[in-house]
């Protein structure tokens, strides 16, 4: 986060990120954010093969909270892909991925070598013009 965060905003400064407003804030959200509750819950529905829809647990379990997640991976990979960075951030497309249900919640483990992975999509839109094999691996 720190380094697409510098790369973005060169004259942010590093003592920002391990003040409270950074690690304080990433600490509480990791161990008790509402956004990981819900993940957690969201992973536990895919693993059991009964998947379910962020709107429908937000719905289901933060009793009028909304969740910002979501939102942010898509807001973050908009930029990544606008910028070509995607395989710089392997991690946050990964997330992306499986947010948007591209991937399975499983495959956050291999995040470097998922990151590279194309989605049914995009080989599909490759295979229509003609640029599957050598072309779609590249």
């Known amino acids: 986060m720190r380094r697409l965060s510098k790369e973005l905003y060169p004259t942010v400064r590093d003592e920002t990120f391990f003040e409270s407003c950074g690690m304080g804030d990433l600490i509480a959200t990791c161990y008790g954010g509402r956004n990981r509750l819900v993940a957690m819950?969201?992973?536990?529905?895919?693993?059991s093969g009964c998947p379910r829809t962020f709107d429908n647990l937000e719905a289901d379990l933060l009793r009028g909270q909304k969740l910002q997640g979501v939102l942010t991976s898509n807001e973050v990979q908009e930029i990544l892909e606008q910028r070509g960075w995607e395989s710089k951030y392997p991690l946050f497309t990964t997330v992306n991925r499986i947010?948007?249900?591209?991937?399975?919640?499983s495959d956050i483990v291999n995040f470097r070598e998922v990151a590279n992975r194309l989605t049914v999509h995009e080989e599909d839109e490759l295979s229509g013009r003609g640029l599957t094999g050598g072309a779609a691996a590249a």
């Open 41 to 47: 819950e969201f992973t536990k529905a895919a693993m």
């Open 99 to 105: 947010v948007t249900g591209q991937f399975p919640p």
